[in-house]
């Protein structure tokens, strides 16, 4: 099926976007976004519901044609050379793009078949694919009754078939339970051993930060901010340290002690009792610890509270996410979600 | 996983187009899908099971003593008729289902795909070809158990039902542009309607054509569906191909040749 040979001297970047716009109608959707992710890595683009993360994952999959820009997937133009870029890349979509209508075998069989494996080859890939993404027992059964985690990993796996060195997930863990979602993780990261570069798009600050070697914040169909999980947090503001005192009228000597050993201004909370401080350098707390044992101030509650992605957008942004007004706290209940 | 090998993008064979012989291949999986989806769903072939057993019957009883004096002398006239009628008219399913099909996240996998573009079309109108089939061989059976002898023989009952089948399928690509076309399943059933009542019913498939006024008549006999019923008449009855199974041909593949580029282009355009 192959007559013509392309060697490709700029390998290294597997995604390269400039400017990318996408509009319907009156909303510009994405507006102008710039993406470079190299070879290898896993590049996560984070951002709510409504950033243009799918919009912006469909164009570089060559679904959607960007109205503005340039994208290249190791340096072919997603514009100019579309089947090229297919050939490349897998796509998982944040709504699982499997066929309803027919059992997991059948849709790996005919997903292989469609690239070009022949009738064995591709009735051996589906088992082979169905055995390692634990589907091997509901082969046969109708989709209708898989579950959304079973979906995704069928999903996942229909974008295994041909070994793409790219490979686009969207929303990958949206509307999965804690359990399932570790084992899609865990894929992830064994897919990058294997030489694939992911690129993912999520809404939760803690995947990115678990898988991604480095992290687009998008907002609004803009990048707002770029860089490794550790430059994003820095950016954003460092853990807080929470701390209640057991008797009420030592706040304040705790206090002093906080802002004096670890060297920031803290804060009081409304809360009876409770103090609340930037954490940037976690082995202060030792000396904090040992302060307030010395000066004989008992403590009834100690935390470390994460930064959220609430408090990313704030931060990076100045507006909080302004979508899942009323699931605010989906940061940490991911399986609120339903995909 | 056993990965261990992912070609890189360096060392990969590629190329912008899908040659001739891919894009043949590609349709014919994707009709192998739309067969298994035929399996897995009997209950949408209700329709052309129903439909000619039903159609058949009252038309011929309904019609029969009027048109011809009785319903013996009526069959040759109406069953090839109500074939064309039928078989036709099950194409617009093929735009309808298609529409449905297009919703579902699993056209977003195709389009990833490199697979020729036409392919989840083509394999999708290839494989309603099995329910034109299956709507042909029941109105013959139909027209049989009620009295009809096809003059011409076996051989041209089957030339015939190819005939209706191939051009089925060209007019089928009208029916799959509305649907790729249009927003829901239900507006392409509605437009489809249309189009496809006044094209069967303003045709000589149910009665005789100089019975019409003039004007109609002039309509009536450019009418391709006449040609294609004309066709079927002449074969069933005598077993010869005439002009009409040409011009029958030649209609089908000049809707292929406008609408298939049509369709293709509006899907690639759709989001």
Known sequence: ?339 | MNHAGIPSAATMRLKNRPSFYQTIRNSLTMAYRGLLKIRHTPEQLFDVTLQPILFTLMFTYIFGGAISGDVHSYLPVIIPGILVQTVIGTSIVTGVQLREDMDKGVFDRFKSLPIARIAPLAGALLADTVRYAIATVLTFIMGYLMGFRAEGGLGSVAIAGLLVIVCSWGVSWIFAFFGVLARSASSVQGISMIILFPLTFLSNAFVPVDTMPDWLQWFVNINPISHLVSAVRELTGAGTFGQDVAISLAGAAIIVAVFAPLTVRAYMRKA
Not at chain 1, 111 to 120: D, E, N, V, W
Not at chain 1, 143 to 163: E, T, V, Y
Not at chain 1, 182 to 190: D, F, H, P, V
Not at chain 1, 226 to 239: C, N, Q, R
């Open chain 1, 1 to 339: 099926m192959v007559k013509e040979n392309k060697t490709l001297g700029r390998g290294e970047w597997a995604v390269e976007a400039r400017g990318l716009v996408k509009t319907f109608g009156d909303n510009r959707a994405v507006d102008g976004v710039d993406l470079q992710v190299r070879a290898g890595t896993i590049y996560a683009v984070l951002g709510p519901n409504g950033a243009g993360k799918t919009t912006t994952i469909r164009m570089l999959a060559t679904l959607l044609r960007p109205d503005a820009g340039s994208a290249s997937i190791f340096g072919y133009d997603v514009k100019k050379e579309p089947q090229i870029v297919r050939q490349l890349i897998g796509v998982t979509g944040q709504y699982a793009s499997v066929d309803e209508s027919l059992s997991a075998t059948e849709n790996l069989i005919i997903f292989s078949r469609l690239l070009g494996l022949g009738r064995g080859e591709a009735r051996r890939k589906a088992s082979e694919l169905l055995e390692e993404f634990g589907l091997t027992e509901a082969a046969k059964r109708p989709l209708k009754n898989f579950s959304g985690g079973m979906r995704r990993r069928l999903d996942l796996a229909a974008s295994l078939i041909a070994q793409p060195p790219l490979i686009f997930l969207d929303e990958p863990t949206t509307g999965l339970d804690p359990r399932t979602r570790a084992q899609m993780w865990e894929t992830i990261r064994r897919l990058v051993k294997t030489g694939s570069t992911v690129l993912l798009t999520t809404q939760y600050l803690d995947e990115a930060d678990q898988l991604a070697d480095r992290i687009a914040v998008i907002d609004r169909g803009h990048v707002v901010a770029e860089g490794t999980a550790d430059e994003l947090k820095a950016s954003v503001g460092t853990s807080s340290l929470h701390l209640r005192v057991q008797r009420a009228h030592e706040v304040d000597g705790a206090k002093r002690l906080v802002e004096h050993t670890l060297g920031v201004k803290a804060a009081l909370s409304a809360e009876a009792g409770k103090i609340t401080a930037p954490m940037s350098d976690a082995d202060k707390v030792t000396d904090l610890l040992i302060a307030l044992r010395t000066a004989g101030i008992h403590l009834a509650e100690i935390s470390v509270l994460k930064p959220t992605l609430d408090e990313v957008f704030l931060t990076i942004t100045g507006h909080g996410v302004k979508e899942n007004e009323n699931s605010a706290s989906h940061e940490a209940e991911p399986e609120e979600v339903l995909a």
